[in-house]
């Protein structure tokens, strides 16, 4: 028995290093290594703790750059049992559409899965869309913005989730997805000897050749995108006052002028 | 028919102010392409409301009122709305990018196999007559223009970036009530709600926001004595959420609350990226930092150079001695 629940990750760019290029549009990937969505941490970590208490496999699934594989073997050294590399130039430039389709189609291909788990966003795509995307792709119900696991069983799962004006207990039958913020767990650290088995495992590389009999070719990548991003810039920083105040007097002159601005009325 | 439709998010019978910014917003773009404003409501009891719709810009309203609809579900909220939006084959269509538009307009953006662009700040109509949709990219450091080449074009708003809107008692609008197929067992059951909100930040007028540079946890409660004093909320960055000093409702940043105060006192914040991404747009930001060389007195307004244990008990101090509290 036990589930056999699904990770999408994602390689990003290490945010903290990378330099955008304001020219093209678009992030310069050479300016930083890559590594796997902090979010999707969560992910994994909340898949794993149900294959530790239910038993069953854990796949994750990450769609990019043959360079994606690393983000794949760190999902293998936290405890996943087997990943899949989607990696083909026609995956390439795709907007969240095209990747939740591609991601629903591998999906599929995989046959029967009882639970998909998805980070609550992406550190460069922000967007927090393709979770729920694939849900819809799939025909499947979502719960977002999941905060906490209450219960699994074989045929459904018990959350709680901010609807936005609360937390809410909401159970969902499987197969479905939710999608986890920060707060659901805390990652564990693969040890060593998590790393090493990762080095060596195997990880099947899909190109757009093995989803054809699932998959309309067209709606992958840029082909299938339909939102072009037009032109990039970077915003005007607004113009702060930047005045300083140090010493004994420091905080009158605040008080003074925060008065002045009509803070304290 | 084309139009622009404009999600109505309610809570227990009450419209999510965005809602209104939204329909403000919409009213403009609507009328910059020659076509009619819509508004979409979904709920139970919340026919008396829709009228709320129509002082804010919407020409019709289509309400869609059963106990089904009482709470949300993505996908029966998803079903009744892409088929509206089959029928009416609007030009786009908004959502708030709150939890709730952010977990629904993805499904709805599927459903009708079209684009959507998360977290805009602006929806702009350019020379060409094309939709743009304004959106902060990379922890904000730089905006994008998109386009989206199907229709409807598909968008979640912030919360708060607009000019607040203006209710016209006068404005006549259509209520159309409409009797929608209803899906009875969508696999999602909303059993009761947990908890509130401890804050609702989003909202706040005056935040006093700490971080690294507290040293304990119970000095939390010196930031929550000056944010009482000057009528404000306890903000956080995410390392105190993190370490479990005060609750996720509190953070700021990339993966926490957006914000845009009056006034922001950043109190042993640095100033990263991800803490920026949340607060930069406040009107007035005031740092209150050790260090002189720290990121965040190059956002600031006002900026103290000190130690928060020295510079805040004075500024309580101060505050009290001016009869505040
Ligand atoms: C994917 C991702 C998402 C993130 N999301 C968020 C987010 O939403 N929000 C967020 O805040 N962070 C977020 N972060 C974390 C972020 O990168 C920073 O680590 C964090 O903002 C730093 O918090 P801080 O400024 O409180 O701490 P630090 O950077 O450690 O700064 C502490 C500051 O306190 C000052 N200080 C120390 N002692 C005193 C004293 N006695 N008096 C006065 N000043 C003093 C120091 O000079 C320093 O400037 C995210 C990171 C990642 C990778």
Redesign the pocket.
């Known amino acids: 028995m036990g589930l056999h629940v699904i990770v999408p990750v994602k390689y990003v760019p290490d ?2 290093k990378v330099r955008f290029d304001v020219k093209s549009g678009r992030i310069d990937r050479s300016s930083a290594p890559g590594e796997i969505n ?2 999707d941490l969560n992910a994994l970590e909340a898949a794993v703790r149900i294959k530790e208490k239910l038993g069953g496999t854990v796949t994750a699934i990450s769609m990019g750059p043959p360079q994606a594989e690393s983000a794949l073997r760190d999902a293998l050294a936290r405890g996943v049992d087997r990943a899949i590399l989607l990696t083909d130039k026609r995956f390439a430039g795709a907007d969240t559409l095209a990747t939740s389709y591609t991601l629903a189609c591998a999906i599929r291909k995989l046959g029967s899965f009882d639970l998909i788990i998805c980070g609550e966003k992406t ?1 460069d795509g922000d967007t927090g869309q393709v979770g729920p995307e694939i849900a819809e792709h799939l025909g499947i119900p979502h719960i977002a913005y999941v905060s906490e696991i209450r219960e699994v069983s074989n045929d459904r799962i018990l959350v709680v989730s901010d609807l936005g004006d609360g937390y809410y207990l909401v159970e969902m039958k499987l197969p479905g997805l939710i999608a986890v913020t920060k707060d659901i767990n805390v990652p564990r650290l693969p040890t060593l000897r998590d790393k090493l088995r990762a080095r060596k495992a195997i990880i099947e590389v899909w190109s757009a050749d093995e989803l054809v009999d699932v998959a309309d070719v067209s709606r992958f990548g840029y082909v299938g995108s339909p939102t072009i991003v037009h032109r990039v810039f970077f915003p005007s920083e607004r113009g702060r006052k930047a005045i300083i105040f140090r010493g004994v007097d420091a905080v009158d002159k605040l008080v003074e002028v925060l008065i002045e601005e009509g803070l304290l009325g | 028919m084309a139009g622009v439709i404009v999600f109505a998010e309610q809570h227990g019978g009450e419209i999510h102010p965005v809602s209104f910014e939204l329909l403000s917003k919409g009213r403009e773009v609507a009328d910059r392409l020659g076509v009619e404003l819509y508004s979409v409501l979904l709920g139970y009891n919340v026919k008396n409301i829709a009228s709320e719709l129509i002082y804010y810009g919407a020409d019709r309203v289509y309400v869609f009122d059963n106990p089904l609809l009482e709470v949300f579900d993505p996908v029966r909220y998803k079903h009744i709305i892409a088929s509206l939006a089959i029928r009416k084959k609007p030009e786009l269509i908004l959502f708030g990018a709150t939890p709730l538009g952010r977990s629904l307009a993805p499904r709805v953006a599927v459903a009708l196999n079209t684009g959507l662009t998360a977290d805009c700040i602006d929806i702009r109509v350019d020379e060409e007559g094309d939709i743009v949709q304004v959106r902060p990219a990379f922890t904000g450091n730089i905006i994008a223009y998109i386009k989206t080449r199907t229709r409807p074009v598909i968008a979640t708003v912030r919360y708060r970036v607009m000019k607040p809107p203006r209710r016209d008692l006068e404005r006549r609008g259509e209520i159309i009530v409409e009797e929608a197929e209803v899906l009875e067992d969508t696999g999602i059951k909303v059993l009761k709600k947990v908890r509130d909100k401890e804050v609702r930040l989003a909202d706040s007028e005056i935040i006093v926001a700490c ?3 507290l040293r304990r946890p119970e000095d939390i409660r010196m930031i929550e004595e000056l944010a009482r004093l000057l009528g404000g909320e306890v903000g956080a ?4 959420v993190d370490e479990g000093w005060i609750s996720r409702d509190h ?6 609350n957006v914000v845009k105060p009056r006034l922001y006192i950043a ?9 920026l ?2 607060m930069r747009d406040s009107e007035v930001i005031v740092a ?4 002189p060389s ?1 990121p ?1 007195f190059r956002v600031s307004d006002y900026g103290v150079i ?4 020295e510079v805040i008990p004075k500024l309580i101090e101060k505050l009290r001695s001016m009869g505040r509290g």
């Not at chain 2, 960055?237 to 105190?240: A, D, K, Q, T, Y």
């Not at chain 2, 953070?251 to 926490?256: A, L, P, T």
């Open positions: 945010i903290e902090p979010f550190v | 971080g690294r540079g960055s995410r390392p105190l953070q700021i940043g990339f993966s926490g109190c042993g914040i640095s100033g990263s990226p991800q803490h991404a949340g209150i930092n050790i260090d720290a965040i000190g130690d928060l244990y």
